[in-house]
């Protein structure tokens, strides 16, 4: 069971410098703060402790790698109780990239990164599409992100 956890103002510099560039040196939020590095290691050691911290990624550049094309999928089921087996096959899909179970018209919500629309169709028409209990989907093509951001603190 989580604690309920205590979050100063010390925290809050640290947590916002790490979630700006998690590379930023510790040393470095230890001099800002006016506290040693290894008080900066024992916050760090409370925050994951507590489940603030959800984990530590490196977060690459999908166009870099040539995916143009991001798309969202309102999924339709036949049953609700295909849901678990709809999932085990989407995870199967590598450029499926993020799933959610929702309230209102769709039962699953994806996001997919594509290298181009004609991937994209075949993605939908040949993998997605045919999974058991599909009955259908909805495609939403971005054109442009313009927020990426996390929750402030």
């Not at 911290?53 to 991001?70: E, F, Q, R, S, W």
């Not at 909805?138 to 992100?145: A, C």
Request: glycine share 6%; proline share 2%.
């Amino acid at each position: 069971m989580t604690k309920k956890l205590k979050i100063d103002g010390i925290d809050k510099i640290i947590i916002k410098r790490l979630v700006k560039d998690a590379r930023t040196p510790i040393l470095s939020i230890a001099r800002e703060v006016g506290i040693s590095g290894a008080a900066i290691h024992q916050r760090l050691k409370k925050l994951d402790d507590s489940d603030l911290i959800d984990g530590y990624k490196m977060v690459l550049n999908p166009k870099a790698l040539g995916y143009t094309t991001t798309a969202f999928v309102g999924v339709f089921l036949d049953a609700s109780s295909l849901y678990s087996s709809a999932i085990k096959r989407l995870k199967e899909i590598p450029e499926v990239v993020e799933s959610h179970y929702t309230t209102g018209n769709y039962a699953i919500f994806i996001k997919i990164m594509c290298k181009n629309n004609e991937d994209l169709m075949h993605l939908l028409n040949k993998d997605i599409q045919t999974i058991k209990g599909v009955s259908r989907t909805e495609t939403f093509i971005s054109l442009d992100q313009q927020i990426d951001r996390q929750i402030k603190i």
